[in-house]
C-alpha cells in the first residue's frame, strides 16, 4: 500500500504545480496591451492594437504582460514561442488567446507546432523583445492613422457593409454605431449584449440572431470576410460612438 | 457431431457462451452508435431552437407508426427465439417470416420518408433547399438524421438478411433446437436495433410537436 | 503429430481455424508491416540528417511520417503480441482446445489482410498526408492525399481488432480448464482479458468517428467544420477518447509477456500476484479517463485541462505499482540472463523512463511547452519501441520453441537484444534533449542549431535497424536448422508448457486440471 | 435456456405500445423544458422494457448483465468528459476582454 500512496501523493502535489501555472497562463491580466495573431498556410500574420501589422514577426516590449488573441484562417495552427515555453492551438472558428510577459530584451524563434500541411515546417519567424521606449518607437512607424479601427474601417466598406448599414442608405438595416455593449432585442424575444462573440456571428451568421424590426435580409460573410477583416471589423465597431455618422469618422482610442 | 443428443448442461453451456459473445458485440454497437448520440447532443445544443424548427419538417405521424412496426417485429422475434428452443419448427418458420416481413415494411416506410424528405430539399449537401431562419443547423439536423437513421437502416438491413437465411435453414432442419442458439442470437440482435430505433424516434421525431 | 504438421497446402493454413496457425499468419503479416513501417523511419530519420528539407520535400516527408504512424500503431503494435502470442497462447494457457469463436478468428485474420491492402494501395496511389491523428479541419477540407482511402483501411483494421477482442473475452469467461480459476491464471492471460475489453470498447468509437470525417470530406456535410456549424474539438475529443486507450492496447500485452518472462528466469513467484492483476484492470479502467491530456492547448477549456491531468496521475499509480513488483520479483532470485530475460528487462527499464516522461507529459504547465515537439516523440517511442516492441520479441523468444519446436540460437540473441538497446537509446535520447530545446515535430527541416542532436539520432537508428534484422535472420535460420526443442526447455510452469513443443492439433492431449496457483517457481531449481 | 411464457411477451408488447402513444401524445402539449426529458425517460423505459423481457437480461447471468452495462458505463465516461470541457469552455476568461 506505502507503494501506491507514495507515488500517489508525489503525483497530486505535482499536478497541483502544473496546474497552477497553466491557469495563470490563460487568466487575461487586467489591463494587458492586446496582439491580434492569425494564422494562416503558411505565415503568422500580426496585428497591433494600433493597426500596425507585420507578417512572420512579432515585436513586444520587454517586461510588459501581453495579451495574445490567435485565430487562424483556414487549419489548426499552433503558436509556439520555445524560449517563453508557451503555445497555443489556434482552432477554427474560434479565438484562443495566451497571456506572457517577456522579461528579457532579444530575438526569438517562433514556430508553427501543430501539423498544418506542407510547408507547417518553414511556418514561422521571429518574436522581436524590444525595451519599452524602442518598442514605443517601432509602433509608431508604419501605424495608420487611427490605429487598427482605421483598418476595420476600410474594411466596412471595401465589404459594403456601409452599403446597408450606413444611415444614409435605403436600405433598413440597424445603426451600427455605439453597439459595442449594447442589449439587443431579436426577432424571437430574445435579448443579448453585442460583445465580440455576438458581432462576430452577426457577420459570419446573420441568420442565427436576427434583429427584432428587420428582415434576414443580410448575407452571411462566411469565406469572404478573413479572419483579419473580423479582427479589423470588431474593433472598429467597438469604437464607432453614437452620433458618429458610419463611415465617416472613425475613433481616435484603441480597442 | 449431432448436436441434439447433447445433454442439458452441454446446451446451457453452449447458450450461454454464444449469448455472452452476441452481447459483447452489442457493447461495440453501443459504443458504435454512441459517437453518433455525442454528435447529436452536440449539434443539438449549440442552437436548441433551431433544432426545434428542423424537427418539424420530418414525417412524425409516418416515424411513430413504423416505431410500432419495429416494436411488434420484437415480439415476433421473441416469441420465435420461443419457438426454437420449444422445437416448434412450423412456428418458429412462421413467426421469422412475420419478423422479416414487419422489417422490410418498416423499411418501406421509411424509403417513403427519405423520399418525400428529397423531395422537399431536404437531403443536406448541395441539392439542400431550405433557406428559412437557422438554415446551418436544418441541414446539420438532417445530417443527423440521415446517417443515424440510416446506420441504423443498414442495421435491420442486415437483421432482415440473417432473419431470412434462418428462416430458410430452419424449414429443412429436422431438429431446430440445434438451431437455437443462433436463433437465440439473432434475437439479441434484433432486439438491440429495435433499442436503437426507441431513441431515435423521440430524438428526431419528438423534438417540438407542440405549437 | 504436430498442428504445423496437420496439412501443408495453402489452403490447410489461410482457411485454418487453428488459433495457432491464425496466431502464425498474424506474424508474417505484421512482420511485413513492420518493415514497411520500417523503411518509412528509415527515410525520416535519414531526411533529419541534415537540416535542410533535401533528401524529400516537405510533401513526401509529410506522406512517410502519416504512413510510419499509421501502419505501425494500426498494422503492427496494436495487432502484434494479441494477435500473434495471444491467439496462440490464450487457449494453451487456460487449457482449452479453442478459442470460442474459430470461425470469427480466421475472418478477423481476413479482414486484416483486408485493411491492409487499402493502406498498400493508399501508398501506391500516392500516399496520405494528415498525420495518424487525422486532425479536421485539415482532412475533410484542405488536404490533397488520399484521406479517404487511408481512412478506410484503419476502419476496417478495427474490426479485426474488434473481432479478436470479443473472442479472447468469451475465450476467457467461458473455456478455461477445471481448476483454473480467475486467480489461478497467468498474467499474461489477465492482460489480454483487460486488452480485449479496451478493444471492444474503444475500437467502434474510432470506426464511427472515421467515418463521419470522411463524410465531411467527401460531401462537405458534417459536424467537426466550424463552418459547416461543427467544432474541430470534437474530433479530437473522439479520436483521443479511443486513442489514449489504444495506447494501453499496446502496452498492456508487453506487460503480460515480461510478467512471465521475469518469473520465470528470475526463479520466483510473482511479487504481489493479485495486485498485478489487479493493475491490469485498473490501468484499463483508468486509461479511459485521461484523453484530454492530448488537448491541453488545443482551446479545450481550462478546467477539462486540469481534471484530464488529474486523471493522468492517477493511472500512474498502477503503472507504478506494476514496476515496483517487478522488481520485487527479480529480488533475491536467481536471475539468468538469456535472451528473453534480457528483453523484457529492457522493456521495464525503457517503459519507465517512458512512463516518467509522460508524466513530464501530464504536468499542464510543461506539456504547454513540451507538447508537439520531439520529447513526445520521444516519450511515445521509448514505449512503444523500446518497451513493447521489446518485450514482443521478447516473448518471441520465449515463445519461439514452443511454436516451432526449436531454438533459437541463443549467443545470437542475446548481442541482438543489446545492439538494439543500445541502438534505441542513441536514437530515442537525443530527442528528449531536441524537444525540450524546442524543436516541434512533423519538421522536415530544422535549425541547423539542431543537427548535431539529429546526427546521433540517425546513427542510433541506423544500429537499430541492424538490431531488428538480426532476429529476422537467425529466427528463419532456426526453423529450418535450430536444435529441436524440448516440451519445456525453460523448466517453465504454466500449461503451455505441460503439453508438445510444437503442441499438437487439440492442444493437449488429456485434459489439463489446474490444481494450484501459477508461478510456483522455486529459486533454488536452476534452469537448464 | 428456458423460456418466458409467451403471455409476458404480448403484455410487454403492449406495455410499449402504449408507450409510444403516450410519449407521442405527450410531445403535444407544452411542458417547456420537460418535453425533453419526458420523451428520453419514456424511450428509457421502453429500451429497459425491451432488454429485460425480449432480451431476457431479467433471468441473465449477472455476467450477460454486465457486458450489457459496460457500454453505458464507457458511453456516460465518454459524454461526461467532453461534456465537461462544453460546459466550462464558456466560463474561461473570453479571450478578448474588453477594453
Ligand atoms: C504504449 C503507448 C503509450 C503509453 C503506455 C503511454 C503512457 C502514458 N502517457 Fe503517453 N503517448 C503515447 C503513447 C503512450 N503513452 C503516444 C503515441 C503519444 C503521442 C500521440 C501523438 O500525438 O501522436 C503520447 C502522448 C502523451 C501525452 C500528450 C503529449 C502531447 O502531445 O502534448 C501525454 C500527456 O499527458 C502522455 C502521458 C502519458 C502518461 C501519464 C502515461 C502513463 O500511463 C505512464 C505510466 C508509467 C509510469 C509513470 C512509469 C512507471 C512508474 C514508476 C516507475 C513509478 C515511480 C514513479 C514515480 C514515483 C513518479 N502521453
Ligand atoms: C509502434 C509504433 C512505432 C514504431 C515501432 C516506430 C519506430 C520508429 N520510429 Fe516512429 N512514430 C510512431 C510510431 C512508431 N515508430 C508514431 C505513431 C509516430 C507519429 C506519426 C505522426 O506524427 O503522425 C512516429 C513518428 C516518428 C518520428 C517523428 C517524425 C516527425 O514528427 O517528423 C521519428 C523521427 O525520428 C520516428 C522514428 C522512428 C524510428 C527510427 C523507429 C525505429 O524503431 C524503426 C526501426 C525499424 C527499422 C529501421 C526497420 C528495419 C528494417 C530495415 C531497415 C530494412 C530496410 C530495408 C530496406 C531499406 C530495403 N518515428
Ligand atoms: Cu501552421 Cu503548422
Ligand atoms: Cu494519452
Not at chain 1, 521606449?133 to 476595420?152: C, K, N, S, V
Not at chain 3, 489461410?14 to 518493415?35: P, V
Not at chain 3, 479482414?111 to 491492402?117: D, E, N, P, Q
Amino acid at each position: 500500500i506505502a507503494w501506491s500512496t507514495i507515488p500517489l501523493a508525489i503525483f497530486v502535489g505535482i499536478f497541483v504545480w502544473g496546474a497552477r501555472v497553466y491557469a495563470t497562463l490563460y487568466q487575461p491580466a487586467d489591463g494587458a496591451m492586446k496582439v491580434f495573431v492569425v494564422g494562416k498556410q503558411w505565415m503568422w500574420r500580426v496585428e497591433h492594437a494600433n493597426g500596425r501589422r507585420e507578417i512572420d514577426e512579432l515585436h513586444l516590449p520587454v517586461d510588459e504582460p501581453v495579451r495574445i488573441v490567435i485565430a487562424t484562417e483556414d487549419v489548426i495552427h499552433s503558436f509556439y514561442i520555445p524560449a517563453f515555453r508557451v503555445k497555443q492551438d489556434a482552432v477554427p472558428g474560434r479565438y484562443t488567446a495566451l497571456t506572457v510577459t517577456p522579461t528579457r530584451v532579444g530575438t526569438y524563434e517562433l514556430h508553427c507546432s501543430e501539423y498544418c500541411g506542407t510547408d507547417h515546417a518553414r511556418m514561422g519567424g521571429h518574436v522581436i523583445v524590444m525595451p519599452k521606449d524602442e518598442f514605443a518607437q517601432w509602433l509608431d512607424q508604419g501605424a495608420p492613422e487611427g490605429g487598427m479601427a482605421a483598418h476595420g474601417k476600410e474594411t466596412f466598406e471595401r465589404l459594403g457593409c456601409s452599403g446597408c448599414h450606413d444611415p444614409r442608405a435605403t436600405v433598413h438595416a440597424p445603426d451600427l454605431a455605439g453597439l459595442y455593449g449594447r442589449v439587443v432585442h431579436l426577432q424571437d424575444g430574445r435579448s443579448v449584449t453585442a460583445d465580440e462573440a455576438y458581432i462576430r456571428d452577426a457577420i459570419l451568421l446573420p441568420r442565427k440572431d436576427v434583429v427584432a424590426g428587420y428582415e434576414p435580409i443580410m448575407p452571411s460573410y462566411q469565406g469572404q470576410a478573413t479572419e483579419g477583416d473580423l479582427l479589423e471589423l470588431i474593433a472598429y465597431l467597438k469604437v464607432v460612438a453614437p452620433g458618429d455618422a458610419m463611415g465617416q469618422r472613425t475613433g481616435t482610442q484603441s480597442p | 457431431m449431432s448436436e441434439h443428443t447433447l445433454g442439458p448442461a452441454e446446451r446451457a453451456w453452449r447458450s450461454e457462451t454464444v449469448s455472452l459473445g452476441m452481447w459483447v458485440f452489442l457493447l461495440t454497437e453501443v459504443m458504435f452508435f454512441g459517437v453518433l448520440f455525442l454528435a447529436y447532443f452536440h449539434v443539438r445544443h449549440a442552437d436548441p431552437e433551431g433544432f426545434g424548427i428542423a424537427s418539424r419538417h420530418v414525417h412524425e405521424w409516418l416515424g411513430t407508426f413504423n416505431t410500432a412496426i419495429l416494436l411488434t417485429s420484437s415480439l415476433s422475434m421473441a416469441l420465435a427465439v420461443q419457438a426454437a428452443s420449444g422445437d416448434d419448427r412450423k412456428r418458429l418458420v412462421r413467426l421469422l417470416a412475420v419478423t422479416g416481413l414487419l422489417g422490410a415494411a418498416f423499411m418501406g416506410v421509411k424509403a417513403t420518408e427519405y423520399f418525400l424528405e428529397w423531395k422537399d430539399g431536404l437531403v443536406p449537401g448541395p441539392g439542400f433547399r431550405y433557406s428559412g431562419a437557422h438554415r446551418r443547423t436544418v441541414e446539420e439536423f438532417f445530417f443527423l438524421y440521415f446517417v443515424m437513421t440510416g446506420v441504423h437502416a443498414i442495421h435491420l438491413t442486415v437483421g432482415i438478411g440473417a432473419v431470412a437465411w434462418n428462416a430458410l435453414v430452419a424449414r429443412r432442419e429436422r431438429h431446430v433446437t440445434r438451431r437455437e442458439d443462433a436463433i437465440e442470437a439473432l434475437g439479441l440482435y434484433w432486439h438491440f436495433v429495435d433499442v436503437a430505433w426507441v431513441f431515435l424516434y423521440p430524438f428526431f421525431y419528438l423534438v417540438l410537436l407542440y405549437k | 503429430m504436430s498442428y504445423l504438421t496437420e496439412g501443408f497446402s495453402l489452403r490447410s493454413w489461410l482457411f485454418t481455424k487453428d488459433h495457432k496457425r491464425i496466431g502464425i499468419l498474424y506474424a508474417i503479416a505484421i512482420t511485413g508491416f513492420f518493415f514497411l513501417g520500417g523503411i518509412a523511419a528509415t527515410l525520416i530519420r535519414m531526411e533529419l540528417a541534415t537540416p535542410a528539407g533535401d533528401l524529400v520535400g516537405a510533401d513526401t516527408y509529410n506522406k512517410l511520417f502519416t504512413l510510419h504512424g499509421v501502419v505501425m500503431v494500426w498494422f503492427f503494435l496494436i495487432p502484434s503480441i494479441p494477435s500473434t502470442l495471444g491467439n496462440f497462447l490464450v487457449p494453451l494457457m487456460i487449457g482449452a482446445r479453442e478459442v470460442a469463436f474459430p470461425r470469427l478468428n480466421i475472418l478477423s485474420w481476413w479482414i486484416y489482410v483486408l485493411g491492409g491492402i487499402f493502406v498498400v494501395l493508399t501508398l501506391v496511389l500516392g500516399g496520405v498526408d494528415t498525420g495518424w491523428t487525422f486532425y479536421t479541419p485539415y482532412s475533410t477540407m484542405f488536404s490533397n492525399s488520399y484521406v479517404v482511402m487511408a481512412a478506410a483501411g484503419v476502419f476496417v483494421v478495427g474490426f479485426s481488432s474488434i473481432l479478436t477482442g470479443l473472442n479472447f473475452i468469451v475465450t476467457i469467461h467461458r473455456m478455461r480448464a477445471p481448476g483454473m480459476t480467475w486467480f489461478r491464471m497467468p498474467l499474461f492471460v489477465w492482460s489480454q482479458y483487460a486488452t480485449s475489453l479496451i478493444l471492444v470498447l474503444a475500437t467502434p468509437v474510432l470506426a464511427m468517428t472515421l467515418t463521419l470525417m470522411a463524410v465531411e470530406r467527401l460531401w462537405h456535410i458534417g459536424i467537426f467544420d466550424p463552418a459547416l456549424g461543427g467544432d474541430p474539438l470534437l474530433f479530437q475529443h473522439l479520436f483521443w477518447f479511443y486513442s489514449h486507450p489504444a495506447v494501453y492496447i499496446m502496452v498492456l500485452p508487453a506487460m503480460g509477456v515480461a510478467s512471465e518472462i521475469i518469473t520465470c528466469f528470475a526463479r520466483k513467484r510473482v511479487f504481489g500476484y493479485k495486485f498485478m492483476a489487479y493493475a491490469i484492470l485498473g490501468i484499463a479502467g483508468f486509461g479511459f479517463l485521461v484523453w484530454g491530456h492530448h488537448m491541453f492547448v488545443s482551446g479545450q477549456s481550462i478546467y477539462a485541462g486540469m481534471v484530464f491531468s488529474l486523471l493522468s496521475y492517477m493511472v500512474a499509480v498502477p503503472s507504478a505499482i506494476k514496476v515496483f513488483n517487478w522488481t520485487a520479483t527479480l529480488y533475491k532470485g536467481s536471475i539468468e540472463f538469456s535472451a528473453p530475460m534480457l528483453y523484457a528487462l529492457g522493456f521495464v527499464g525503457l517503459f519507465t523512463v517512458g512512463g516518467l516522461t509522460g508524466l513530464f507529459l501530464a504536468a499542464l504547465a510543461v506539456d504547454v511547452h513540451l507538447t508537439d515537439t520531439y520529447f513526445v516523440v520521444a516519450h511515445f517511442h521509448y514505449i512503444m519501441v523500446g518497451g513493447t516492441v521489446m518485450a514482443y520479441l521478447g516473448g518471441l523468444h520465449f515463445w519461439w520453441p514452443k511454436v516451432t519446436g526449436r531454438m533459437y540460437p541463443e549467443t545470437f540473441a542475446r548481442v541482438a537484444a543489446v545492439v538494439m538497446f543500445f541502438g534505441f537509446n542513441l536514437t530515442f535520447f537525443p530527442q528528449y534533449i531536441l524537444g525540450y530545446l524546442g524543436m516541434p515535430r512533423r519538421y522536415h527541416e530544422y535549425s541547423p542549431d539542431f543537427q548535431l542532436l539529429n546526427v546521433l539520432s540517425s546513427a542510433g537508428a541506423s544500429i537499430l535497424a541492424v538490431g531488428y534484422l538480426l532476429p529476422l535472420v537467425y529466427f528463419t535460420w532456426s526453423i529450418f536448422r535450430g536444435r529441436r526443442a524440448p516440451p519445456n526447455p525453460w523448466h517453465a510452469k504454466g500449461l503451455e508448457w505441460a503439453t508438445t513443443s510444437p503442441p499438437p492439433k487439440d492442444n493437449f492431449d488429456t485434459m489439463p486440471e489446474v490444481p494450484t496457483v501459477p508461478y510456483e517457481y522455486d529459486p533454488r531449481e536452476v534452469a537448464a | 435456456m428456458t423460456q418466458p411464457a409467451a403471455r409476458a411477451y404480448w403484455i410487454t408488447w403492449v406495455m410499449l405500445l402504449a408507450l409510444l402513444v403516450l410519449t407521442f401524445a405527450l410531445a403535444h402539449v407544452r411542458l417547456g423544458n420537460l418535453n425533453a426529458a419526458v420523451s428520453l425517460a419514456i424511450g428509457a423505459m421502453k429500451a429497459l422494457l425491451v432488454a429485460l423481457v425480449f432480451m431476457k437480461l431479467r433471468r441473465a447471468s449477472t455476467l450477460l448483465a454486465v457486458f450489457a452495462v459496460a457500454g453505458l458505463l464507457a458511453l456516460a465516461i465518454l459524454f461526461g468528459l467532453s461534456g465537461a470541457d462544453y460546459a466550462t469552455r464558456a466560463t474561461t476568461p473570453a479571450p478578448w476582454t474588453s477594453p
